[in-house]
């Protein structure tokens, strides 16, 4: 089990969060809503946040009724579920259904488990010091760079060469970042969607400092010295504030 488990969202706007973070005693799981784009159409009648709070609470089911089913079948089923729970309403195979990342983490047996689909981490925290990062970065390498076109992110979307995205498709499981590692010498995890991972990547802060801050400040002020910094220097791209997650889950020390 774990030995504590803290975590704070944050919206970056008067719009709906669609962020979502949910724990239980040996497991958590972060959501990353992705806004619709201008122009989208997605044929939802729900919307993202709908989207995230019904997969979040069929991740949640899954993971809190034990066993040791793989994250990965765990996150395939609760797409399912999700999908049949507005099939009827909405079309499913629209190109701009809601979507969302997803970060997993399943703590037992002195192992850690870990899943990540989309541009949410899972930062692995060693005793000694260091980090190892989780990622999946694919969303960045689409053809001809950014500013990406609607019409790319519709093409490429939950396909091979492209980028994946808990969506419509169930199979989109089988392409996560996925893995298994030893427990011993870990002292906890750290899970962002990437409203937060903006320190890192826009701000030069390293990941020691993120999980400097989380651990010690805690993620409420993980998430104000993004705002901070925010205000003072502004966005790389997009979005001015963006919706942030931070999620600290501390392990026993094995080892």
């Known amino acids: 089990m774990f030995t504590e488990v803290r975590y704070a969202t944050r919206p970056g706007s008067a719009r709906p969060n669609e962020d979502l973070a949910v724990a239980g005693p040996s497991w958590a799981v972060v959501l990353d809503g992705a806004t619709a784009a201008a122009g989208a159409g997605g044929g939802c009648a729900h919307g993202v946040a709908w989207l995230v709070g019904r997969l979040g609470g069929a991740l949640a089911a899954g993971l809190a009724a034990g066993g040791r089913a793989p994250l990965g079948d765990i996150l395939a089923e609760a797409i399912s579920v999700t999908m049949g729970a507005h099939e009827g309403t909405c079309d499913l195979d629209d190109p701009d259904s809601p979507s969302a990342t997803v970060a997993m983490l399943r703590f037992g047996g002195g192992v850690v488990e870990y899943l990540v689909l989309g541009d949410s981490p899972v930062v692995l925290a060693r005793a000694g010091g260091g980090t190892e990062v989780i990622g999946d970065d694919r969303v960045e390498r689409l053809p001809g760079g950014r500013p990406y076109s609607l019409e790319l992110v519709r093409r490429m979307r939950n396909a091979d060469g492209g980028f994946w995205v808990a969506s419509t498709r169930p199979e989109a499981a089988g392409r996560a970042v996925s893995g298994v590692v030893e427990a011993a010498g870990l002292r906890g995890a750290g899970l962002f969607t990437d409203g937060v991972t903006r320190l890192v990547e826009w701000y030069g802060w390293s990941w020691e400092a ?23 220097r502004g966005p790389v791209r997009g979005k001015r504030h963006d919706d942030a997650t931070a999620l600290w889950a501390g392990f026993p020390l094995i080892g």
């Not at 993120?210 to 003072?232: H, K, N, Q, W, Y």
């Open 210 to 232: 993120v999980l400097a801050e989380l651990t010690g400040g805690g993620p409420e002020a993980l998430i104000s010295a993004v705002r901070e910094l925010e205000a003072a």
